[in-house]
């Protein structure tokens, strides 16, 4: 129950990231993507992307044993735009199995959250 709990928790994280960030009001502007990257495993996953207007998404996950066993999901990013009064605005989250825990920056991008029990060898390798 509580895996299937994380992996809603985690849909729903995606699809923030995905519909998050405001429409772009003028429409004569051709997005392009600057920067993408997908890295899937069976465990784990990491994804990112950066397009023209300065929107900015990134993303990994992990799966974690808990002392009793249990399986969790772990997701750690962070997504960003640039607003319509020029100022960049960021939520870097992390979830587990203590929740959802976000922390808005308004203005530069502050480093993500710290990934709690994942070797930062591997955080290297997810990110690229």
């Not at 397009?51 to 002392?67: F, H, P, T």
Request: aromatic fraction near 10%; charged fraction near 20%; charge should be negative.
């Amino acid at each position: 129950m509580q895996t299937m709990l994380v992996g809603l928790v985690s849909f729903v994280l995606i699809c923030s990231d995905v519909f998050g960030a405001p429409a772009i009001e003028n429409n004569d502007v051709q997005l392009k993507v600057v920067q993408e990257s997908n890295n899937y495993k069976t465990d784990e996953f990491s994804w990112e992307y950066e397009l023209s207007d300065g929107r900015q998404v990134r993303q990994n996950a992990y799966v974690k044993k808990l002392e009793d066993g249990t399986a969790v999901l772990v997701i750690n990013g962070y997504y960003s735009y640039i607003g319509p009064d020029g100022v960049k605005q960021t939520v870097s989250y992390y979830a587990d199995e203590t929740g959802y825990h976000p922390h808005i920056t308004v203005g530069e991008l502050a480093p993500p959250p710290p990934v709690l029990g994942i070797d930062p060898k591997v955080l290297i390798s997810l990110v690229g």
